[in-house]
Structure formats: structure tokens, C-alpha cells
């Protein structure tokens, strides 16, 4: 088991979540997107922010795909 594996194992018993619940791939992907398409803070605030939206009965899939698509087109805008 790798340390984010028990870190994570350890979060959900802590927090009371059903670890079958934690998609992990999806929000480090969107932190990874985030962190080179914005800027490195705005990836744990992502995260937060995403969670905050699955919260609130948004499907994970799409809040994450709507962020990854922000992200994308975060640089072109800005410039």
C-alpha cells in the first residue's frame, strides 16, 4: 500500500467518508491541471472548491471536466 493509499485510508476513517466514495485520480489530475494551466495555489483551492460542488449533488465527472476546461483556457485568457 503506497503512503497516499494509508494517508488516504486514514483521512476517510477520520472524516467519516466511505473510502469507496474518494476518486483520487480525478482531483490530482484536476490539481495537475490546475497547478500548470493557473498557478500552483490555485490547485488545493480547486480541489476544495470541487468538493464544495460534489457537496452540493454536482456529478464529480462533470465539475472536475468543467474545471479541467477552465484551466485549459485559463493562459489564452489571461494573456
Same mark, same amino acid.
Given at each position: 500500500?503506497?503512503?497516499?493509499?494509508?494517508?488516504?485510508? !486514514? =483521512?476517510?476513517?477520520?472524516?467519516? &467518508?466511505?473510502?469507496?466514495? *474518494?476518486?483520487?485520480r480525478?482531483? +490530482? @489530475?484536476? /490539481?495537475?491541471?490546475?497547478?500548470?494551466?493557473?498557478?500552483?495555489? !490555485? =490547485?488545493?483551492?480547486?480541489?476544495? &472548491?470541487?468538493?464544495?460542488? *460534489?457537496?452540493?449533488g454536482q456529478? +464529480? @465527472?462533470? /465539475?472536475?471536466?468543467?474545471?479541467?476546461?477552465?484551466?485549459?483556457?485559463w =493562459?489564452a485568457?489571461?494573456?
Open positions: 500500500m503506497s503512503t497516499l493509499d494509508s494517508w488516504t485510508d !486514514a =483521512a476517510c476513517a477520520e472524516l467519516g &467518508l466511505r473510502r469507496a466514495d *474518494v476518486t483520487a480525478v482531483v +490530482l @489530475d484536476l /490539481a495537475r491541471d490546475v497547478a500548470h494551466g493557473v498557478e500552483r495555489p !490555485a =490547485a488545493p483551492l480547486t480541489a476544495f &472548491l470541487l468538493g464544495l460542488a *460534489v457537496g452540493q456529478p +464529480l @465527472d462533470d /465539475a472536475a471536466r468543467r474545471l479541467r476546461d477552465l484551466a485549459a483556457g =493562459a485568457a489571461e494573456s
